[in-house]
C-alpha cells in the first residue's frame, strides 16, 4: 500500500523556520518525482517545490524560491521541506504527492498519491 504521511507543521512566528517531513511507504520514493504543495481556506492548490527521481534536479515555485529547500533521505525513504524566513502568506495545510506514473511533474494533475497534509500557521 503507498502511504505519504506529512509531520513537523506547526505554527511559527514571521522570520521563523520550520521543517516538513513526508514518510513514504510501498514504494521507494527516490524513484519518482515528489512533490510539495500547499492550499489555504478558499484557495487553490499550489506547488511549492519538486525533486525529481534519485534528487537529479529541483524546481522551486516563485513565492518560496530563495527560502525553501527540498531534500531526500533515501534511507529512511523520506521527503524533506525545509523552511526558513516565514512569511503570514506561508500560512496553509502542506500537502507532499507522487508522481508514479506519466506526465509533467511541474503539473499537479498528474501526482496520483498524496498525504493527508500538515497545517502551517505563521504569524505576524
Known amino acids: 500500500q503507498v502511504q505519504l504521511v506529512e509531520s513537523g507543521g506547526g505554527s511559527v512566528q514571521a522570520g521563523g523556520s520550520l521543517r516538513l517531513s513526508c514518510a513514504a511507504s510501498?514504494?521507494?520514493?527516490?524513484?519518482?518525482?515528489m512533490g510539495w504543495f500547499r492550499q489555504a481556506p478558499g484557495k487553490e492548490r499550489e506547488g511549492v517545490a519538486v525533486?525529481?527521481?534519485?534528487?537529479?534536479?529541483?524546481y522551486y515555485y516563485a513565492s518560496v524560491k530563495g527560502r525553501f529547500t527540498i531534500s531526500q533521505d533515501n534511507a529512511e525513504n523520506t521527503v524533506y521541506l525545509q523552511m526558513n524566513s516565514l512569511k503570514p502568506e506561508d500560512t496553509a495545510m502542506y500537502y507532499c504527492?507522487?508522481?508514479?506514473?506519466?506526465?509533467?511533474?511541474?503539473?499537479?494533475?498528474?501526482?496520483?498519491?498524496w498525504g493527508q497534509g500538515t497545517q502551517v500557521t505563521v504569524s505576524s
Open positions: 510501498g514504494y521507494t520514493a527516490s524513484r519518482y518525482c
Open positions: 504527492a507522487a508522481v508514479t506514473g506519466g506526465g509533467s511533474c511541474l503539473l499537479l494533475a498528474v501526482y496520483n498519491y
Open positions: 525533486i525529481y527521481p534519485n534528487g537529479r534536479s529541483t
